[in-house]
């Protein structure tokens, strides 16, 4: 009824109109997109690729970027959510012209694909075991298409984990065959990153060219410090106050790959090479977990002998379940 100055009371309740992206939400699911992307530094770069975003109904949660004023070179990631549905195949389509313009390398990654990770390990566990755990709760979503070792240690715990094993002896007489074999697996498996989770075995030049930028090792120190075999050792014969661990992406040049992650632990004058040895464990673990997080989710870069490593993205780190 009217109120008693004429105006009409509005009703208590006023249903409220659908956003738009709750509408998108009902009518298709949402993907989510990373996109890589470096090129020479040069203006407009980042408002072609957000422009170009919009464009297609896509709207960034996550944007990095890196100007590297010494060389020139410009790095970019961007994670976004694709509110249209529109494919992988119809976003690459339209970036190639852009891609051209600016001369950029470039790929676009579906967020909800697992990378193929092969596992390589010889007598120390511990690096294995943390993998194993993380992958197991979900805090590393990757697939692990095998482990491979060149002794049975872990076969046990590897098979309860319902991971292939695959035990492939390597002597001074075998090598080229040895790495034939592993290569063979990479191949069968469609691995896109080796992990040499303490495998110690120096890999071949070759098998280093073909796989570039795709196999991590962890070394135990601080790199450029100590490198070679026995770094604790060194370490401990020259007396320092901090030891640490180096995860690095593999080259020809031993233990001279572009750095990925570091981390130290202090240590006294009373301690002994083997305690290095035990406290260095723990930073070994999680140096070379850190550093596969960051390679999955397509937030590493090679530039020349370093690396750029954005940010890890809201979320990532969360675990399917806890413990």
Known sequence: MPAGNGLHRLPLFIPLLPSRRDNLE?????????????CQSTRGVVAAISGYLA??????????????????????????????????????????????????????????KRMKVLLMVSRFGHCLNDLLYRWKIGALPIDIVGVVSNHFDY????????????????????????????MDLVEQ????????????????????SKMSGKIINIHHSFLPSFKGANPYRQAFERGVKLIGATA????????????????????????????????????????LARAIHAHIHHRTFINGNRTVVFPASPGSYASERMG
Not at 26 to 38: C, D, E, F, G, I
Not at 84 to 110: K, R
Not at 189 to 208: F, H, K, N, P
Request: with cysteine; aromatic share 8%; hydrophobic share 40%.
């Open 26 to 38: 009902h009518a298709r699911p949402m993907k989510t997109y990373v996109l890589t992307v470096s």
């Open 55 to 112: 464009e297609q109904g896509c709207n960034i949660v996550d944007s990095s970027q890196f100007d590297d004023l010494q060389t020139g070179q410009f790095f970019m990631r961007v994670s976004f959510i694709s509110e249209e549905g529109s494919s992988a195949v119809t976003l690459e389509q339209g970036f190639v012209q852009i891609a051209e313009i600016f001369g950029m390398i470039w790929n676009l990654h579906d967020g909800a």
């Open 155 to 182: 076969q046990k715990v590897v098979v309860n984990h319902d991971i292939p094993f695959h035990h492939i002896k390597v002597t001074k007489e075998n090598k080229a065959q040895a790495e034939a074999r592993i």
């Open 189 to 208: 498996t469609g691995t896109e990153l080796i992990v040499l989770a303490r495998y110690m075995q120096v890999l071949s030049d070759d098998m280093c």
């Open 248 to 287: 690095h992406y593999v080259t020809a040049v031993l233990d001279e790959g572009p750095i990925i992650e570091q981390d130290v632990a202090r240590i006294t004058h009373a301690q002994s090479a083997e305690d290095y040895v035990s406290i260095g464990r723990d930073v070994e673990s999680q140096v």
